[in-house]
């Protein structure tokens, strides 16, 4: 295995749905389960050099059903998540405490902070967005109904994007509400599995069950859609046969722009969403990659894997197919082709 490939130990004990690095602190890393937990780690306590001996896990809070996302707050005592039991809760990882801040009428799919507005966001397979503010004294400041279960959602700025079932995707401005801001069809022919939105705010990518990606962008102009595209990836020739495989996650660098898809291939590769190729494909892993995310400074990127019954197979979690590994990244191995150029222009330049 690669020496910057470096598997955390104290993994869940079920399928990952989701990791996130904290916005603030590079070295802090939260995960969400199956197996009824968050996990909240500090890859600094782990030791690289002798493998998962060493446990970074500081937290780990438990919830009665199966936690299907997690994101951080505005500080990096406050994380938040939606679960199978209908809940949002609000953990603290400093003091270890937890409180409920809301509750949906059926599964909590996605949750996702707004730092610009101080707003929550969660969306449900009741087919419902609803909106928190943790600071209030009545949290729950708003319920928009949609047409369809939310499969995943992101913001940034002052934007949210909800992808639903039936490849329906709406955009709001979070600073009115009332309606969708544009309401779109997913370029995806199949069902959208995530969505994330750019750090430059200029859009967002999606992923298919499908093996395929698309890139979109929020301004409306004829000019603008023009640019949007989608691509094939995550694909593998077995047996002479070409077997397609779901996009499970996608994440953009916070400091470069690029992203980086996972699959159900268990293949984790990088993308120049600007120059439409592919940067970087890694080595296989050892089963499906279910979540994925990069650390503030761009330094880290994690992965998660789990067991996704791609194969047909259906192969019970265990310690050999369920995991978190964390990358580090060479100086530059995240910059997309032109910042590749210009960074050797700059070089010479100084030299």
Request: net charge negative; glycine share 8%; proline share 5%.
């Amino acid at each position: 295995m690669s020496a910057s490939l470096h598997e955390l130990a104290s993994a869940p004990q079920d399928a990952i749905s989701s990791l996130s690095f904290s916005p603030r602190t590079p070295n802090f890393l939260i995960a969400s389960s199956w197996d009824n937990s968050v996990r909240f780690y500090d890859i600094s306590k782990a030791d690289f050099v002798s493998g998962p001996g060493s446990n970074p896990e500081r937290v780990k809070f438990d919830h009665k059903a199966p936690v299907l996302d997690c994101c951080w707050g505005d500080s990096d005592t406050e994380i938040f998540s939606g679960s199978l039991d209908w809940q949002v809760r609000q953990l603290n990882p400093e003091t270890g405490t937890e409180a409920v801040l809301g509750q949906h009428e059926n599964t909590v799919k996605s949750v996702c902070w707004n730092p610009d507005f101080k707003t929550l966001c969660t969306g449900s397979w009741d087919s419902t967005v609803r909106t928190f503010d943790p600071r209030a004294s009545t949290s729950h400041t708003g319920t928009y109904n949609q047409p369809h279960k939310i499969f995943a959602m992101s913001t940034i700025q002052d934007k949210l994007v909800v992808a639903h079932a039936a490849r329906s995707v709406f955009i709001y401005d979070l600073r009115n509400m009332s309606e969708p801001l544009q309401q779109r069809e997913s370029s995806l022919k199949f069902m959208t599995r995530t969505v994330r939105c750019m750090p430059n705010g200029e859009g967002y990518a999606s992923s298919s069950v499908e093996g395929r990606v698309a890139v979109e962008f929020f301004d409306a102009s004829k000019e603008s859609q023009a640019r949007k595209y989608a691509f094939k990836c995550h694909r593998q020739v077995e047996n002479g046969v070409d077997v397609v495989y779901p996009v499970n996650a996608l994440a953009f660098h916070p400091i470069y722009g690029t992203f980086a898809s996972g699959g159900g291939d268990g293949v984790v590769s990088l993308w120049d969403g600007i120059a439409k190729r592919r940067l970087r494909q890694y080595p296989r892993l050892g089963a499906s990659v279910s979540a994925c995310g990069f650390s503030c400074d761009g330094k880290y990127l994690g992965v998660a894997i789990s067991s996704g019954f791609e194969d047909g197979k259906e192969d019970p979690p265990t310690p050999e197919n369920t995991k978190i590994y964390v990358r580090e990244l060479a100086e530059g191995e995240g910059r997309g082709k032109g910042q590749q150029a210009a960074a050797a222009n700059s070089a010479v330049g100084t030299s």
